[in-house]
């Protein structure tokens, strides 16, 4: 399969804790990005990169949340100190070039919190 | 005002009917519309782009009104397989950062 793959696809958590998530994006796309989904929600931007630079962050990205792309390849999501209201659908997605619209998703990290 | 609003329904609708979805969005500025499709726990799917001149695939048929900063979905003949959450979804250009909507559930029964 060469899609967009995540792992953990579930992760349970108490409160207080720290997790992270690995995003392996499709061969040669250089930019990945990555969306937290609540129950009832669309996804909602977290944040890009372009190869390993991390160029935009939303604001829902607090400071426990941290995510990097050290050689341009897979991504890793971490969130400090985990909290309820982390409880989300963490999706993964890349693009292939850039002006490309299309963004390809893996399959999501649940993530419940308790 | 969120950026993308969608009806959320639930739509049920009997196998063979005709639904129609729409979407609201508020930058007039964006430039590429698409139509996501999402299963139960599972990741949005690409369904369709969105142009301005309408964009049919089957029995699914996407409309865009600029002016009126309106975006429709159009499905006929419904299949029991076209019960999932449809996503409404606006391109931001720059980092190219997609907007969802909070999606509309359909519900297809027999």
């Known amino acids: 399969d060469t899609g967009v793959s995540q792992d953990p696809r579930h992760k349970i958590t108490k409160r207080g804790q720290n997790v992270t998530f690995r995003c392996d994006p499709i061969s040669e796309h250089n930019r990945l990005y990555w969306y937290r989904q609540t129950l009832g929600q669309g996804p909602e931007f977290l944040t890009y990169?372009?190869?390993?630079?991390?160029?935009?962050k939303s604001r829902l990205l607090s400071d426990r949340f941290s995510a990097e792309r050290p050689k341009g390849s897979f991504s890793t999501l971490e969130i400090q100190r985990t909290e309820q209201g982390d409880s989300a659908m963490y999706l993964c997605?890349?693009?292939?070039?850039?002006?490309?619209?299309?963004?390809?998703f893996g399959p999501g990290t649940r993530l419940l919190v308790l | 005002r969120k950026e993308v609003e969608q009806d959320p329904g639930p739509f049920n609708v009997p196998e063979g009917a005709t639904v129609a979805f729409n979407c609201t969005y508020s930058n007039s500025a964006s430039q590429s519309f698409f139509w996501y499709r999402q299963d139960c726990r599972k990741e949005p799917k690409l369904l369709m782009s969105v142009y301005s001149s309408g964009n049919e695939d089957g029995r699914f048929t996407a409309q865009l009104n600029r002016a009126s900063q309106y975006i429709s979905l159009l499905i006929r003949d419904s299949k029991l397989s076209d019960s999932a959450t449809y996503l409404c979804v606006v391109f931001s250009g720059g980092y190219n950062k997609l907007i969802f909507g909070a999606g509309t559930r359909l519900a297809v029964h027999p």
């Open positions: 990169f372009q190869n390993e630079a991390q160029l935009e």
């Open positions: 997605a890349s693009s292939p070039f850039a002006g490309s619209e299309t963004q390809y």
